[in-house]
């Protein structure tokens, strides 16, 4: 799956911009990622979204552990990619029917979180529990939504392109040949809303999140962690 957003929707991160202008490598366009995505899948879709966003997806080499899927609601888009362990009492908790799926499960628990401010936004994503990563892109406010399991199965990474849209994607080759080294892999257990303004830990949302740079034969240009307490005492 991959989505690329551009910078009237989501501001580049810092640390991944710092990354990519610290060795020069070889960038393209947002348009031209989305381009060798769906040359290199024959079986790929692509959303235009208005004139800031496009989503992409594929069938193709997909698990039936972590199968992917796209749905659209009330200009709610949504890729999902993964399972959810308890999506039976989410189904319940959220008025749904038995025949709703991860992806809407999701929707509707972005919905919620929208909706019913003030509703903390690591409340969306702590009560997920499987293998998962998902893109949400609420085009009636401009907001993005990314968040990945606590335990990463799911890969998800994200970059800057040529162009400085950002780009989110669960393939690290197809990213480095158009973002370059500001690229780096989402952290686990995390999420990233345009609406809080940065990347945060769902599980311990106060716990700061920092990105190390990475050596310079690495393929990435940082690497994003989160503290924990002790971590937070020691540079007090």
């Known amino acids: 799956m991959l989505g690329v957003f551009s910078s009237s929707i989501v501001s580049p991160p810092d640390e991944l911009v710092a990354a990519g202008c610290r060795t020069p490598s070889p960038k ?30 594929t069938h193709q080499n997909e698990s039936l552990l972590q199968p992917r899927s796209f749905a659209v609601k009330d200009e709610i888009f949504c890729l999902f ?16 029917a038995k025949s709703a799926n991860e992806v809407v499960l999701v ?3 972005y919905k919620a979180l929208r909706d019913r401010a003030p509703y ?18 609420d085009k009636s406010t401009s907001s993005l939504f990314v968040a990945s399991d ?21 393939d690290a080759e197809l990213l480095k040949g158009s973002c370059g080294k500001s690229l780096a892999s989402f952290p686990q257990g995390c999420f990233f809303s345009t609406a809080v303004g940065e990347i945060r830990c769902y599980e311990n949302p106060k716990n700061k999140i920092t990105a190390v740079p990475a050596n310079e034969e690495e393929i990435w240009g ?6 924990g307490p002790a971590v937070l005492a020691a540079t007090e």
């Open 222 to 227: 940082a690497t994003f962690k989160v503290e």
């Open 150 to 170: 606590q335990y990463g199965k799911v890969p998800l990474y994200w970059g800057i392109t040529a162009d400085g849209y950002v780009a989110f994607a669960n």
């Open 28 to 57: 393209t366009t947002s348009a031209e990622l989305v381009r060798r995505f769906l040359q290199s899948n024959a079986s790929g879709v692509s959303v235009q979204i208005g004139d800031d966003a496009q989503l992409a997806y």
């Open 107 to 109: 929707i509707e628990a």
């Open 120 to 137: 903390p936004a690591n409340h969306m994503v702590g009560h997920l529990s499987g293998n998962f990563a998902f893109i949400v892109f």
């Open 81 to 96: 990619e993964g399972v959810l362990d308890n999506l039976g009492s989410l189904r319940q908790q959220y008025g749904l």
